[in-house]
């Protein structure tokens, strides 16, 4: 089940951390503004996250080879019909809301399938599901910007469109439900929201996920802007996803041996100050730096927070806990990325951006320092009861 996991984060997340291969040809087509052309990134992260309470839930309730074949199909047609369009906006639909809903009805289901699945080696299982993210990435994006300057990015799209839906369909029929699931989950749910760890945990992922799409959608026209070729650029992502992997993996493995709680904590605040390579120097050398240090820490922030919400809330029901937890980024992307476009269209430069990712992250550190082991006890304790 970790491969399926694998494949299914490989082409999902490779598809949508390679919109910034296709940011400043799309915006550069329609006359778009920085905040303008990143709408249809904010929407897609927005909806992805917001809907993966429903992604969540419908795999509980169904098993996820049902929601996951949606979720191929939504993401096919989403990027056929973007390929077609003749108005930015209309990309807020097809791309934002097909590629939006694909996510929300393939990552969720498939991260709580890998977790009911394992018990002794779950965060090594996950750290296996989620590096198909930094993977996809370093596959997908330098690829991607290769299909553009060969094909246009409407071709591109139309060719990425038919693999993506091809994968994730096989994906689906190899999915199996978990032999532990939840017939209480909207029960669970509404208990579980309550809490003082789910508010924290809410609260760190709505600022510190706002740290990780910024440079997916601007880094690249950063680097270009500094006189980097166009691939190169689009590389910077690839080096992130890359960077990932290597977070994904070597925390997953970690989180055995010491409290995944601790090494969450940990991966956010080294987010939050890898920003400062990014924000000193335009120098190819140091945005590479900033990829590699950037990339590890988010890795390793992905693999955790699913980890340690099996740890304080149990795997019954965790497809919607994980969904309802995600929600929060929904509203760092919708505002997020928007904000950090506005940023550079008001000052001319991209350091307020940085600025403000990394100020987002060290934020979301700080909001859950106060969990500790207790915490973790007291709540593990509560629902067991």
Request: one cysteine or more.
């Amino acid at each position: 089940m970790a491969g399926v996991g694998f494949f299914t984060c490989f082409t999902v997340f490779g598809v949508f951390f390679s919109f910034g291969a296709f940011f400043k040809p799309m915006a550069g087509e329609f006359g778009a503004s920085h905040a303008g052309a990143s709408a249809v990134f904010a929407i897609t992260a927005c909806l992805s996250n917001l809907l993966g309470v429903v992604g969540g839930h419908l795999s509980d309730r169904y098993g996820p080879r049902r929601v996951m074949i949606v979720g191929a199909a939504t993401i096919g047609v989403g990027l056929v019909a973007t390929a077609r369009i003749d108005h930015l906006w209309i990309g807020y639909f097809t791309y934002g809301v097909g590629v939006g809903v694909g996510i929300a009805f393939t990552y969720v289901p498939v991260l709580a399938m890998v977790a009911g699945w394992f018990l002794k080696r779950r965060t090594a299982a996950l750290g296996i599901t989620v590096a198909g993210i930094g993977c996809g990435t370093l596959v997908f994006a330098p690829l991607a910007a290769a299909a553009i300057q060969r094909f246009g990015w409407r071709e591109a799209y139309l060719l990425m469109g038919l693999v993506a839906a091809t994968v994730l369909v096989v994906c689906a029929l190899l999915a199996q439900a978990p032999p532990v699931t939840s017939q209480a989950g909207g029960v669970r749910l509404t208990a579980v929201i309550r809490t003082r760890p789910f508010i924290l945990l809410y609260l760190s992922s709505l600022l510190t996920s706002l740290a990780v799409f910024v440079p997916f959608v601007y880094l690249p026209a950063f680097a270009q802007l500094h006189g980097t070729s166009d691939v190169r650029a689009a590389t910077l992502v690839g080096f992130i996803g890359a960077a990932s992997v290597g977070g994904r993996l070597g925390l997953g493995a970690l989180a055995s041996r010491f409290e995944p709680l601790k090494l969450y904590k940990v991966c956010a605040l080294t987010m939050g100050l890898s920003f400062a390579a990014w924000a000193c120097h335009g120098a190819y050398a140091w945005l590479v730096l900033f990829t590699v240090v950037m990339g590890s820490a988010y890795g390793g922030w992905v693999v955790l927070l699913p980890a340690v919400v099996a740890e304080i809330f149990g795997v019954e029901g965790m497809g919607a806990t994980l969904g309802a937890l995600y929600s929060g980024s929904a509203l760092s992307a919708i505002m997020g990325t928007p904000l950090a476009g506005f940023i550079i269209d008001r000052t001319g430069d991209y350091l307020g951006a940085a600025a403000l990712a990394g100020t987002a992250a060290v934020t979301g550190f700080l909001v859950v320092l106060p969990l500790g082991h207790k915490t973790v006890v007291a709540a593990r304790a509560n629902f067991a009861a």
